[in-house]
Structure formats: C-alpha cells, structure tokens
C-alpha cells in the first residue's frame, strides 16, 4: 500500500486513506443522509452520520447551556499532547459568541478575506469531529507561509476551497458552473506552473485535489 508523507509523494500516486475513516456499509439509513453529512467517528468506535454546519438551537439559552456541557465534561488528559495548547486557549478565554478573525491572503481565495474561527470549530478539530472550511482555510494561510519560508512557494500554491466546494448542497447546474467559473477565473489569475493544491468536501469528507500546471 502506498502511503505519501509529503507534497511530492503524493502526486501522481495513490494516499491511503485510513480504513477507521470509510463508511463500509452505505444502504443503511441511505434515506437519511444527504450530501450535506459526513461521518462522526464515536469514542465507542461506532459510526453516526452528522450534519456539516451547526445544529438548530432554538434559543440564546439553550446555546450557553450547550456550550457550558462541552466544556465541563471535556477531560484534556485524554486529547493529543500537541493540541492542548488550542484547547486551553478556547476553554478558558473564548466565550460562546467570540470569533478569532484570521485574515486569508488573495494568493489562496483569489481576494484578501477573513476567515473565522468560533468555540465550536475549535471545539470540533481538537476532537476529531467535523472540521470547518474555515478550519481549512487557516491551515491553507499556515502551509502557504510555511512554503515561502522554505522557499517552496514557486512550486505549490494552495487554493480555497470555497471555490469549488458548495457552502451548501447546491448540486444545480447553475451551482456547478459558478464554481467551475470561479475556479478558471482564480487559475487565470494565477501564477504559471505550479502544483495547485485544492482541498474539497463533496458533502462526507475531505479530499485533496491537485491541478497540474
């Protein structure tokens, strides 16, 4: 099996994906599930379906009171030693409504724009649950700095994947052309042969597409 530790090992080859992470049996509950669910994986081991985006809440307090369980039932012992700084930060100094704003470089969206991070994305990536395009987005920004300082950013350049990626399940003819536009659009703009690197979420998980020059 073909495993890739980096960039260049992973074009033109084939990443295994981790088996813990497939959905092996797909007719059950088929009905259920629309393009707009990915996979929870339990701390049990089993496997629910789970809506991208946030779930209805139907008033301010039943926001505090959702928020205010996470956070006294969260045991950092048990999480990567790696992510406990980001943990301890959004715990102890994010309340319910704060968003940390990140600006995203037009190298990566095509425009200067703002990412931003609320407690529940955080709350979701430290948990290895659903992980947000903003998510994304900020690890793009990292991974493009981290590129120019090894002077690597002639050859990769990551793209937004809010380009491609439908922010909801519009499988229209009109949705598609939009963002196949936008992506000629930002490719046209952009510097000449490079790896174009695009991270997608058709609606379960995400994928890493590249375009070659």
């Given at each position: 099996?073909?495993e ?59 926001v ?96 937004s ?8 399940t ?44």
């Amino acid at each position: 099996m073909y495993e890739a530790t980096t960039m260049e090992e992973a074009v033109n080859g084939f990443v295994a994906w981790p088996k813990i992470s497939i959905e092996l049996d797909i007719s059950m509950n088929k009905a259920s599930r629309g393009p707009n669910h990915v996979l929870d994986q339990a701390a049990d081991g089993n496997k629910r379906p789970k809506k991208l985006g946030k779930k209805p809440i139907n008033s301010q307090t039943e926001v505090q009171q959702d928020a205010k369980q996470q956070r006294l039932s969260f045991d950092f012992n048990k999480m990567n030693m790696e992510l406990r700084p980001l943990a301890y930060y959004a715990f102890s100094s994010m309340r319910e409504d704060n968003q940390i704003e990140i600006p995203i470089p037009y190298t990566i969206s095509g425009a200067n724009m703002l990412a931003f991070l609320n407690f529940d994305d955080i709350y979701e990536f430290i948990n290895f649950q659903g992980i947000s395009v903003n998510c994304i987005l900020v690890y793009l920004r990292y991974l493009t700095e981290l590129c120019v300082v090894n002077r690597r950013a002639e050859k990769f350049v990551f793209v937004s994947p809010t380009l491609i990626s439908p922010v909801r399940t519009d499988t229209s003819v009109a949705g598609l052309r939009e963002r196949a536009d936008a992506l000629v659009v930002f490719l046209h703009n952009a510097p000449k042969r490079r790896l174009y690197l695009v991270p997608h979420n058709g609606g379960r998980h995400w994928v890493l597409g590249v375009i070659g020059p």
